[in-house]
């Protein structure tokens, strides 16, 4: 009985000494700038933890500190471009001085219906369209809409 509890034993810390270097080579590859792992697990969550938060609140974004979050820039984004247009957003790009929104609609008014809408909002000072062109069918305009930020 005691030899088999040795067995059991010896394989079981075999089989974790397996698993505790997987995990340090899974978190190697996730985290190369981290050189020294101490405890996988609880660095791991610290690092998803940083993750998140500059996801939901990158930081040094003006106008999106404290309370506000781009999850609330792209609410308010959706709210001023009304629902009845047809607009397709195939880019969005959010940089800490401006916000960058390209894609396709029907026509030039609506272009310039979503530059009206999002001129309004307080989260930008200014929108300009950067530009407004015909596809190659002539059925659809792509555009860019360039938003500057508020200070």
């Known amino acids: 009985m005691a030899a088999d509890f040795g ?9 974790n000494r397996a698993l505790d270097q997987k995990i340090n080579d899974v978190f190697s590859q996730t ?21 998140k938060k500059s996801a939901v609140s990158p930081p040094g974004i003006p ?7 781009v999850l609330d820039l792209l609410k308010d ?3 001023r471009v009304p629902g009845s247009l047809d607009v397709h957003v195939t880019r969005m790009v959010i940089d800490p001085d401006t916000v960058r929104i390209s894609g396709k ?11 009206n809408g999002l ?13 407004a062109n015909l596809d190659r069918t002539g059925n ?12």
């Open 7 to 15: 067995v059991d034993y010896y394989f079981l810390k075999k089989r």
């Open 31 to 51: 985290f190369p700038q981290v050189k020294r792992i101490v405890d996988p697990l609880q660095q791991l969550k610290v690092k998803l933890n940083e993750v």
């Open 63 to 69: 106008g999106i500190s404290g309370t506000g979050t």
């Open 77 to 79: 984004v959706s709210k």
């Open 105 to 115: 609609t029907d026509t030039f008014n609506t272009v310039d219906s979503i530059k």
């Open 119 to 131: 001129g309004s909002s307080t989260f930008f000072s200014a929108a300009t369209i950067s530009s």
């Open 140 to 151: 659809q305009v792509k555009f860019e809409i360039k938003l500057q930020r508020a200070q």
